[in-house]
């Protein structure tokens, strides 16, 4: 167990429709990082939260979203649904938002499918 | 959380023996390299990194080799065991940028 939680651990929805996705970091960890892991492309960056602020994008599209409370979840936000958003979406935490050593603990993952 | 479906390339071993996956990676920049190992039904869970200075770094059973004059990346598993199937991907990032690149990953089957 790393320490790291995410809710729900599946999904399943309709094209179109929205869905929001939690993570909860390990304890002490200030960062958070979001991806994406599809049949086609592996595991993707999408963005990253360091102390509430957004830190890093990656291959983040405009339909998503993030945010980092101040208790330090976070939260991905996916709209406008299409049927290639079906993945597994993985949350991560460090301890700091930059910097050598810096391991990542990574999530069970949410497993998203879109009908 | 397991590895969606991937079309992956697979490493099979007998138990006992000595198992070797490699990666490449494209971006000199790049300083900080990780293994990690994704099991069925779980997240990516770290094994070992290394440092861009440095060129060999063991644990417990694992090795990683870095070259950097060829942008290669091995992980070396000594006296493999079945608990050892995975999928593992190595992945790399640099002191400014924390987010990973991931690779493709390498699918190990240890046989009984």
């Known amino acids: 167990d790393s320490g790291v939680t995410q809710t729900p651990k599946h999904l399943i929805t309709a094209t179109g429709q929205r869905v929001t996705l939690r993570c909860s970091p390990r304890s002490g960890d200030l960062s958070v990082y979001w991806y994406q892991q599809s049949l086609d492309q592996g595991l993707q960056f999408l963005i990253q939260?360091?102390?509430?602020?957004?830190?890093a994008k990656g291959n983040i599209l405009e339909r998503f979203s993030a945010q980092q409370f101040p208790d330090l979840h976070s939260e991905l936000n996916l709209s406008s649904l299409e049927l290639g958003d079906s993945a597994l979406y993985f949350c991560?935490?460090?301890?700091?938002?930059?910097?050598?050593?810096?391991?990542?603990?990574f999530g069970p993952g949410t497993r998203l499918t879109v009908l | 959380g397991e590895s969606v479906g991937l079309h992956l390339p697979t490493l099979s071993v007998q138990e006992g023996d000595n198992s070797i996956i490699n990666c490449a990676y494209s971006n000199s920049a790049s300083d900080y390299f990780i293994w990690y190992k994704q099991e069925s039904g779980k997240g990516p869970q770290f094994i070992i990194d290394?440092?861009?200075?440095?060129d060999k770094r063991q644990g417990q059973r694992v090795t990683v080799l870095l070259n950097k004059t060829v942008k290669h990346l091995s992980l070396q598993i000594a006296a493999t065991q079945p608990g050892d199937s995975a999928v593992y991907f190595c992945?790399?990032?640099?002191?400014?940028?924390?987010?990973?690149?991931f690779g493709s990953g390498t699918r190990l089957q240890v046989q009984p």
């Open positions: 939260y360091y102390n509430g602020e957004e830190r």
């Open positions: 991560a935490s460090s301890v700091a938002g930059s910097g050598i050593d810096n391991e990542q603990f």
């Open positions: 290394i440092r861009s200075n440095m």
């Open positions: 992945a790399e990032s640099n002191t400014g940028r924390r987010a990973l690149t």
